[in-house]
């Protein structure tokens, strides 16, 4: 099978990234998402990373203007997935607001496309039971920010054959990232696992009173020598994002040790999502992370 046209599902934080990959990789792309807001809010953002890619010389202004030919917007499933030879969902991480996109999926791509779901923790098996091809169904887990992440999961359930892995490894490698393939399936795959521990014991030790988590995040990187501490991550990648993993997590595992920490709760509660709203666990202006 030869991967021709892809759709990316959903133009939010990741689903932007992901498309671009897509047409920079030569893909005629598709990226759709019900909120036409988005799609326009993601392709401002794209020209304006595309133009700094251009002015650092990292691709030509004729890459550049070949990579938005093959880009287009819509609302429209039908439009996106109607003739898609590989698509791609990166909707909110809600495993019943997945179940029901691949539904519509299932009924509108054509028979032999491949769904992959860029899930950060559901295994494709909570989620490839629902269409008629479960043997084309798998995960394919981007980073964030994908257009500078280096790195793909593709996970391979019972359900999905042989020949689906190989095609979205072949897809991950077009579109210039970096793939590992899981042999099976575990939920939150190998990167968040590790985050994941990372983070519920940089939680603990906080709730606990043991440090701040300003000097938490110092150990981390000094220490440990990561780039950002725990709680950075956090901000950067949205706190309603790292609570929807909790929570999915949880209602899998039923592990009240998996439950979002309270700290992340109120967080959410209060608004306090991050970088995009301005405030998580540090402040932030538009020029960056206010000094403090
Ligand atoms: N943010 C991260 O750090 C990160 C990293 C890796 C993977 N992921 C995964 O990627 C997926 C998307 O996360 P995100 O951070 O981009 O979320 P987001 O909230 O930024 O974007 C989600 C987008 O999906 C759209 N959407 C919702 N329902 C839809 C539907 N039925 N049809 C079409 N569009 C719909 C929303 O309008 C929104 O624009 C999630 O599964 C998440 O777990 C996120």
Known sequence: MRVNKLAVIGAGSMGHQIAMLGALGGYSTVLQDLNEEALEKAKGTLEGIMDKWVKKGKISEGDKNEAFNR???????EEAAGNADFVIEAVVEKLDVKREVFQQLDNIAP??????????TIVSSLIADVTERPDRVCNMHFFFPALVMDCVEVVKGDHTSEETAQIAMEVSEQMNRTAVLLHKEISGFIANRILFAIQKEAMSLYENGYADFKDIDTITKKALSHPLGPFELLDLSGIDVGYYVMQQQYNETGNPLDQPPKTIVDKVEAGELGRKTGKGFYEYSENGRVRS
């Open 111 to 120: 028979p032999q496309t491949i769904l992959a779901t860029n899930s950060s």
């Open 71 to 77: 880009l287009t917007f819509t609302p429209s499933l």
